[in-house]
């Protein structure tokens, strides 16, 4: 067995996932540190879901290499699926089970399991211990979903739209779980977070990448990120000249107005456009959504 490697929860080179003629990850090369949480965005399609099960070992890569803590899911599959807990964005559970019954058996599995974080948020769901699984609301099959992984106490928890499909509040409750009950316990745990819905995890994020059509486009830390990335707004007296700047796409443009999005040197850009006499400038920093947004819609100027 490969021994684990101690700063490095996901390492992933060149992977290749291919389906018949249909290339759903194309050569995806990327590292998790342990510790934090790392986002992985991408559009519905992108090769997510492909990658996290490359990960899980439900897929075999059909080429390149994916390793856990050091460990290729093949080969280690025990060990490694003993240190990690994984949240679908479809959760099912035995239909003839009780919420009861499936917290113990998906505990018999495990060496540990927290029974206080258990009772804690079983009250603080409202789930009812004796009620089937198969009598539950998508919600509260999400919120099982996230105490059996959570009272695991894993090293990895690996999560794959999470809150797709559920309404604010679960959302927001789902969230606060994530930090309060797992990540904070410790810091040297690891969230790998894919979603196309960044804003709910926008204070969460401490790195992230950015993958279309399998590729990755962009990998950044998320302050790094938020300083590089500026939007510009600016009102000119008669129609907004053309700008020249460079890793810039304009966002919108009307008679008298301009809003363009920059990556890098946003010192730089903002002076070019004062050059031009504007009667207003205004900018302001990208949230992470924004800049997926930006990223995704003009590939190879943010990358």
Known sequence: MTAPDTGTAIAIDDLVRRYGRTEAVNGLSLRVPTGGCYGFFGRNGSGKTTTIKCLLNLLRPTSGRVQVFGLDP???EVAVKSRLAYVPDVVAFYPWMTVRQT????????????EATERALVDEFRLDL?????????????????ITAICAEPDLLVLDEPTSGLDPVVRREFIR????????KDPARTVFVST??????????????????????LTLDADEARE??????????????????????????????IEVVVHGAPAQAIERVQALSPEVVKTEALTLEDIFVSTVRTPGVAA
């Open 74 to 76: 093949a080969r280690d």
């Open 103 to 114: 917290l113990d058996y998906f505990a018999s599995f495990r060496t540990r399991w927290d």
């Open 130 to 146: 004796r009620q089937k699984t198969s009598h539950l609301s998508k919600g509260q099959r999400t919120q099982l979903g996230l």
């Open 177 to 184: 779980t994530v930090i309060g009950a797992y990540q904070d």
């Open 196 to 217: 196309h819905l960044i804003a709910e995890f926008e204070g969460l994020i401490d790195r992230f990448t950015i993958i279309d059509a399998g590729r990755e486009v």
């Open 228 to 257: 590089r990335y500026q939007k510009i707004y600016a009102r000119f007296p008669g129609a907004p000249p053309a700008l020249d700047l460079d890793g810039a796409h304009v966002l919108r443009r009307t008679e008298r107005e």
